[in-house]
């Protein structure tokens, strides 16, 4: 053992108590009987061979004890020093059985913290990277534009009216993708607490085509509620959400649908609803999403096309991912090339 600290002084203890007791074995003799050196020395050998015995199993059961308490100080410098891997819990029974659970309990916990911190960095490192790359495009864009007013090389006024809707474009691009990707980057951090409240879905669906009003008309599109019979019967649909999160959620896809679909046409909103869920369809009648594209869509900055829509960031269909599965939810889609592509989000009852 590398400490025997408490061992020697154990062996100390025993050999006063043996020191101490010889003589009062003796006095014990001479007291109580005449006292005769040969009787004398039979009684002690006789206390002192159980005694010893004793001591001896004693002294060995805590020297095997306190070689268990060495081996999981040594385990646990392991940890500290960052070697967390180890080769295989050791079972045993009694306390020294429960200390050795409690620290392979410690170890995991401290692996999976480990893990999670790991998964941490590399999101914040790919969430930095991905905005930095996302934001070189505009950024250069808007210096070219500032130079060109700048330098006074814009003669016409209806060109420099031009430049700076563009300049505002791109300003507005940037805001967006910087707001989504912080809310991202919170709800994936589980910064986000959803209050999930009893809400009527009809009332979200309301307010959600309310906030696209304007770009429906100014692309002649239009947004049709679908509702069976039987939901129609019914005062309310109720759901178990964040009002305002899921709203979010399903403006992003009334846009998505918007900016994918040609003039006049429609994007239609189905609410389904039985004894297992809830859900709600948005299904427009688009260019469609190719099948290999698929499980792809919902990453960040993935887009199926650049010539459509080209100024779409292409983190929209993201955030409402993470937005949906935060509140316990399920985002799923189908698409046929030409035709359409519907986007459907279901929650358990």
Not at 146 to 169: P, Q
């Amino acid at each position: 053992m590398k400490d025997n600290y408490e061992l020697k002084q154990l062996k100390k203890h025993l050999a006063v108590c043996m020191a101490v007791s010889l003589p009062l074995i003796w006095l014990v003799s001479w007291c109580f009987c005449e006292f005769h050196i040969g009787r004398a020395f039979l009684i002690t050998g006789l206390a002192a061979g159980p005694a010893v015995a004793i001591g001896w199993i004693a002294y060995s059961k805590l020297r095997r004890l306190y070689q268990d308490v060495e081996d999981i100080s040594e385990l646990m410098v392991e940890v500290v020093d960052g070697n967390v891997t180890c080769d295989g819990e050791v079972y045993k029974q009694g306390t020294m059985g429960l200390l050795y659970t409690n620290y392979y309990k410690m170890v995991t916990a401290l692996r999976e913290s480990r893990m999670k911190e790991g998964r941490e960095k590399e999101f914040l490192r790919d969430t930095i990277s991905d905005i930095s790359h996302q934001l070189k495009t505009p950024l250069a864009s808007l210096k070219v534009f500032v130079e060109l007013l700048y330098d006074d090389k814009i003669k016409e006024e209806e060109e420099r009216k031009k430049v700076l809707r563009e300049a505002g474009n791109q300003l507005n691009r940037m805001e967006w993708m910087v707001l989504a990707m912080l809310k991202l980057a919170r709800i994936e951090a589980g910064s986000v607490q959803f209050e999930k409240r009893r809400c009527d879905v009809r009332e979200i669906l309301y307010t959600a085509m309310e906030a696209v009003d304007y770009l429906l008309e100014k692309r002649h599109q239009r947004i049709e509620l679908v509702l069976s019979e039987a939901l129609e019967e019914e005062s309310t649909i109720s759901l178990l959400c964040d009002k305002e999160w899921l709203t979010e959620a399903i403006i992003n896809l009334l846009k998505n649908a918007s900016d994918y679909s040609p003039k006049d046409t429609a994007i239609k909103v189905f609410i389904e609803e039985n004894n297992l869920f809830t859900a709600i369809h948005i299904e427009d009648e688009g260019v469609g999403i190719p099948e290999e594209a698929l499980h792809h869509i919902f990453k960040r900055f993935y887009r199926v096309s650049n010539e459509v829509n080209p100024g779409s960031v292409g983190i929209g269909l993201s955030l409402t991912k993470s937005i949906v599965e935060g509140m316990g939810g399920r985002i799923a889609v189908r698409s046929e090339v030409g035709k359409y592509t519907r986007f459907t989000i279901r929650f358990m009852k």
